[in-house]
């Protein structure tokens, strides 16, 4: 899709869990005269059935949607519709983790949820012509990773990150490597760190993500 055309207003589906923050962004929204809210969603399901019948320009994204459907992924099953609308992420997780799951994933833009309504409207407007959009904290974040790579997976590190993604305990790890825990633990450490995550769901997810997994 090619965003507005002609001076019409930009169609917008909003998906956030939390009901009063939808109504806190559909009352922002219904301000702006040339943004048109087509539907709401609390969920990546109902967001995907809404987007099929309602053909938005931009979706508004957030990323954690309690169970089902997290908004990267959602993102990514928007992005495979034809016509498929753009995806602006509306969140307040800015890990280098989310930011990465949410570009690959297809998002256009990424923004923080303490921005400015006149950043949000600036932001929907540049998503609905397809340029990127992104809150100033998340460019640096993003500029940063480029600018420096994080190093590469160790093998070991790999083979950690694979028992891992099985859902198996350090104790567990530790017993299948012939290794102790504190060894288990210093891998995981060194393996968040360049992955950027601080969790053993977040490592996995951008494990699988980056395609590191066998």
Same mark, same amino acid.
């Given at each position: 899709?090619?965003?507005?055309?002609?001076?019409?207003?930009?169609?917008?589906?909003?998906?956030?869990?939390?009901?009063?923050?939808?109504?806190?962004?559909?009352?922002?929204?219904?301000?702006?005269?040339?943004?048109?809210?087509?539907?709401?969603?609390?969920?990546?399901?109902?967001?995907?059935?809404?987007?099929?019948?309602?053909?938005?320009?931009?979706?508004?994204?957030?990323?954690?949607?309690?169970?089902?459907?997290?908004?990267?992924?959602?993102?990514?099953?928007?992005?495979?519709?034809?016509? #498929?609308?753009? &995806? !602006?992420?509306?969140?307040?997780?800015?890990?280098? /983790?989310?930011?990465? +799951?949410?570009? @690959?994933?297809? =998002?256009?833009?990424?923004?923080?949820?303490?921005?400015?309504?006149?950043?949000?409207?600036?932001?929907?407007?540049?998503?609905?012509?397809?340029?990127?959009?992104?809150?100033?904290?998340? #460019?640096?974040? &993003? !500029?940063?990773?480029?600018?420096?790579?994080?190093? /590469?997976?160790?093998? +070991?590190?790999? @083979?950690?990150? =694979?028992?891992?993604?099985?859902?198996?305990?350090?104790?567990?790890?530790?017993?299948?490597?012939?290794?102790?825990?504190?060894?288990?633990?210093?891998?995981?450490?060194?393996?968040?760190?360049?992955?950027? &995550?601080?969790?053993?769901?977040?490592?996995?997810?951008? /494990?699988?993500?980056? +395609?590191?997994?066998?």
């Amino acid at each position: 899709m090619t965003g507005t055309t002609g001076g019409n207003p930009v169609r917008i589906l909003v998906c956030d869990d939390h009901a009063v923050v939808r109504a806190g962004l559909l009352a922002l929204l219904h301000s702006a005269p040339d943004i048109e809210v087509v539907g709401e969603a609390g969920s990546g399901e109902e967001a995907l059935a809404l987007a099929r019948r309602t053909r938005p320009d931009v979706v508004l994204m957030d990323l954690q949607l309690g169970s089902g459907m997290d908004g990267a992924e959602t993102t990514r099953r928007l992005r495979a519709l034809a016509p #498929a609308p753009y &995806v !602006l992420v509306l969140t307040t997780y800015d890990t280098d /983790a989310d930011v990465t +799951r949410a570009i @690959e994933a297809g =998002a256009t833009g990424y923004l923080l949820k303490a921005e400015r309504a006149e950043d949000l409207f600036t932001a929907i407007h540049a998503s609905a012509q397809g340029r990127p959009a992104l809150s100033p904290p998340v #460019a640096d974040r &993003v !500029l940063a990773r480029l600018r420096s790579p994080r190093p /590469a997976l160790t093998p +070991r590190e790999r @083979e950690i990150l =694979a028992h891992l993604s099985q859902g198996l305990s350090n104790h567990a790890i530790a017993r299948a490597l012939y290794i102790s825990e504190a060894t288990v633990k210093t891998h995981l450490r060194r393996i968040y760190d360049k992955l950027g &995550v601080d969790t053993r769901a977040g490592a996995v997810a951008v /494990a699988k993500e980056q +395609r590191l997994l066998p």
